[in-house]
């Protein structure tokens, strides 16, 4: 995409690969052999000049997927990281690929690519119990429940949590004798709302005491 030209993989096989310019009239073309017991290859003849016309040229944006953006944008996600939002995605695309997309792919492509750099919600929804198992190990006295329910097909569904870690039970007793409840609402794709109950201590800081995730 960088260089402006589509090429077509004419042969491929587990001891060789051959592609060539999408032009039949096009001289590019890169030949290249598998290395026995490994995943790298060799290069054996390439001619990187190209011969073809405009037209052919013009369509090196087809090979322009989700899947393709999706794992050059993973880094920009990657370890927490807030990434590029859908609607600057098309912009950037543009100035980079020299490649036009609509609004939907570039909102395809995000949620591709935070599910391959931060795994899915499903996944994170799947691990909770591991994750507050964990908690408790390491920080004993901290208290957690998770409320399941099954559906009509048999499938476990996650319903609503509870915990409050050890730190703040033992904190409790030098708190001031107000308690603020507050919540917000969970805009990812599985609504909800997460409350959380605080206190305040001597210094007049707020001190979280426990958090809960219920429906509203």
């Known amino acids: 995409m960088k260089r402006l030209f589509k090429f077509r993989i004419g042969k491929s096989d587990k001891g060789r690969v051959i592609a060539t310019c999408v032009d039949k009239n096009c001289g590019w073309r890169v030949y290249a052999t598998n290395h026995p017991n490994s995943q790298n290859v060799e290069i054996k ?34 370890n927490g990281k807030r990434g590029t939002r859908a609607c600057e995605l098309p912009e950037m695309v543009l100035s980079e690929l020299n490649v036009t997309i609509s ?22 929804y799947h691990f909770l119990a591991t994750y507050l198992h964990l908690v408790e190990s390491t920080n004993p006295r901290t208290i957690y429940d998770i409320q399941t329910c099954v559906d009509k097909k048999g499938n476990t569904k996650f319903k609503y949590l509870f915990f409050v870690f050890s730190a703040s039970i033992s904190g409790f007793k030098y708190l001031r004798k107000v308690i603020v409840i507050d919540g917000t609402t969970m805009k990812g794709k ?3 709302c997460l409350v959380a109950a605080s206190g305040q201590d001597g210094n007049m800081h707020i001190f979280p005491l426990a958090f809960g995730v219920v429906e509203v």
């Open 45 to 78: 003849t390439v001619t990187l000049k190209h011969t073809c016309d405009v037209s052919s040229k013009s369509k090196y944006g087809v090979k322009a997927t989700t899947k393709i953006f999706s794992e050059l944008l993973q880094a920009k996600f990657a």
């Open 103 to 124: 609004y939907i792919k570039a909102w395809n492509t995000k949620e591709l690519t935070m599910n391959a750099a931060r795994g899915n919600e499903e996944e994170g």
């Open 190 to 192: 599985y609504k909800g």
